[in-house]
């Protein structure tokens, strides 16, 4: 099994920067496709990004260009950059492992505010 630890959540201005850490334990991360998603208050949870090992990351349509996902299996990391962050990004945001099309495990989420 895999376990999962988010970090880097806070509050950022319009046009800011975050990047979300995910600290993965237990088997080897490379057996996982690695995602990020989130939920906004009041909204059902949605993919955000998702990669692959060796694979060609895979985005939202709402976030492409603004945000990348990376992994380092060596050191079971996976990572979302966040750039032009808009108040549409609040969420909190989730880090997922899942194999043969189906979840695996999820992280405790970390809060994303976006706000002047």
């Known amino acids: 099994q895999v376990q999962l630890v988010e970090s880097g959540g806070g509050l950022v201005q319009p046009g800011g920067s975050l990047r979300l850490s995910c600290a993965a334990s237990?088997?080897?991360?490379?057996?996982?496709?690695m995602g990020w998603y989130r939920q906004a208050p009041g909204k059902q949870r949605e993919m955000v990004a998702v990669?692959?090992?060796?694979?060609?990351?895979d985005y939202a349509g709402s976030v492409k260009g603004r945000f990348t996902i990376s992994r380092d299996n060596a050191k079971k990391m996976v990572y979302l950059q966040m750039n032009s962050l808009k108040p549409e990004d609040t969420a909190v945001y989730y880090c997922?492992?899942?194999?043969?099309?189906?979840?695996?495990?999820w992280g405790q989420g970390t809060q994303v505010t976006v706000s002047s």
């Open positions: 990669i692959a090992n060796g694979g060609s990351p």
């Open positions: 997922n492992a899942a194999r043969w099309g189906n979840s695996a495990a």
């Open positions: 237990g088997t080897s991360m490379s057996l996982y496709i």
